[in-house]
């Protein structure tokens, strides 16, 4: 239970088409992230999925059953938003409750769910206060909980953790990924982070302008991205892009991952000038203007001492440089 | 205590200016109450004066509450009033509502149809709305007052409103419709209490003009029955004489029903406005 199938479904509002043809096969138990640009159509997608909003053409199937026509209430499915979207007025334990309460479950039945997924949520101490006594963490906590106590065949979650801060968001990642472990259920993640992508997927669909660019494990997009988009999308710092005219390359462009140049002060293939160091610590990210390739980003692992103004040469690593035809598609 | 956005002399001129103004804005009303408890030679003798022991006189109250009619006259515009504006607010907050949530042809069209009423006055359609009245068997019933102050007060609340609930988290609805709710329970549980203070503000604005109307209960709902109290007091309004202490006292006597509704109102407005604040 919990394999979902998305055939050719369009969206348009009005005269703007926002899903422009998608097909997706997800299956049962797999964690799979929409990840794409902001205002790509990721939510859009994900209302269709819910039923919250009806596609212009194409199939739903969930476990193999049409749901275009099914409610949102009766398609097995719970939704996480990036609001949270608490019910003002209820405890924490009847936002949780309210749904399996609308389905006209036993109240010793929907008392245990609560039980156990509070549990889960280290949400015990607060059952009885409404959202606005709670920290956004915690809120967002009992939104998942919400989602919980349904036990759905297909969680969906809309960038639930852009409105935590940085240490908050790392904490709720982290619980996400337990709880898909634990619960082993089906769940659509949908996200503009990359870093979320990657942490959390099993297969990670990307998304630009209403296409799915490609669709694979993180792995499989860092190593062998199938354009120009992914790859850029992928990965931080961003690939660097090189013309290949100016290399005296046949591709149209040249992409090497910042990780995989390497720096030498006598000799190398770009010979460029420091412009700005970056010092993490863990890694230095040095920006240099190349004779050759123009501004490139170089990570370099551990501490790096680079003044700006220094000149370095880089050096691609030739099995990791992709290179791109003039349609943006990877050549062979 | 001299920051940049406090500075004493600006302090001081704010609160000039606006002294001022409730000074000038409340005098008339204060003249009225003031006069109203005075004896008529004190009313026309020395209108500016509170009264003192040797004008005051309740002779005003006395007539209007022993005119035993007048209590009733309240009563009627009571009810008028208080039915309008729920009506007004039910049906506004429920269109308002499908205009900005549902997605449907002609929603522009209807919207922009349903705010005309704002540009053009109802009194325009007084001689369609008589003859309507007169065709239903309602004139003289207080049920055409409350029909045509409801389609007098719903442009403005349903344009008001669509406005706030736009505002309202489509998450929010969202999830409900994940649980199951229907679209009665989340426009109803949901919704409503969230633009509870722009409700408050179309109450007021809603609540004022049909209290204080002269126009449609004179044409209307003249008889002794259904009159309201501004056509009551009309009473002592005469041709040739007119009974000043008993139009003030009535007048004092109507501002306290819209004080008590304006009261209640501005508490939903106050706490609406400062539990919005924290998300
Ligand atoms: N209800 C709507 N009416 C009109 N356009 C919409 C509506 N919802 C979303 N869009 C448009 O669809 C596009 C995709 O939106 P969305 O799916 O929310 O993007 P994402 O979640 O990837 O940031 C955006 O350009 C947005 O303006
Ligand atoms: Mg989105």
Redesign the interface.
Known sequence: MGSLKIENVKKAFGPVEVLKGIDLAVNNGEFVVFVGPSGCGKSTLLRVIAGLEDSTSGRVLIDGADVSVTPPAKRGIAMVFQTYALYPHLTVKNNMGLGLKQAGTPAAEIERRIKIASAMLSLEPYLERRPAELSGGQRQRVAIGRAVVREPKLFLFDEPLSNLDAALRVNTRLEIAQLHRRLKATMIYVTHDQVEAMTLADKIVVLNAGRIEQIGSPMELYNAPANEFVAGFIGSPKMNFIDGAKLGETAKTIGVRPEHLTVDTKSGAWKGTVVHAEHLGADTNLYLDCDKAGLVTVRIFGVYNAEPGATLYATPDAAKTYRFGADGRVLK | MSTATHSLPRTIGAHAVLLTYTAIALFPVILVILNSFKSRAGIFGAPLTPPTPKTFDLIGYTTVIGQGDFIHYFQNSLVVTVASLFFVLLFGAMAAFALSEYRFRGNTMMGLYLALGIMIPIRLGTVAILQLMVATGLVNTLTALILVYTAQGLPLAIFILSEFMKQV?D??K????????SEYTIFF??VL??VRPSMATVAVFTMIPIWNDLWFPLILAPSEETKTVTLGAQLFLGQFVTNWNAILAALSLAILPVLILYVIFSRQLIRGIT?GA?K
């Open positions: 988290s998450d929010l969202n999830a409900g419709r994940i649980d199951g709710l549980r949901l209490p969230l539990s924290v």
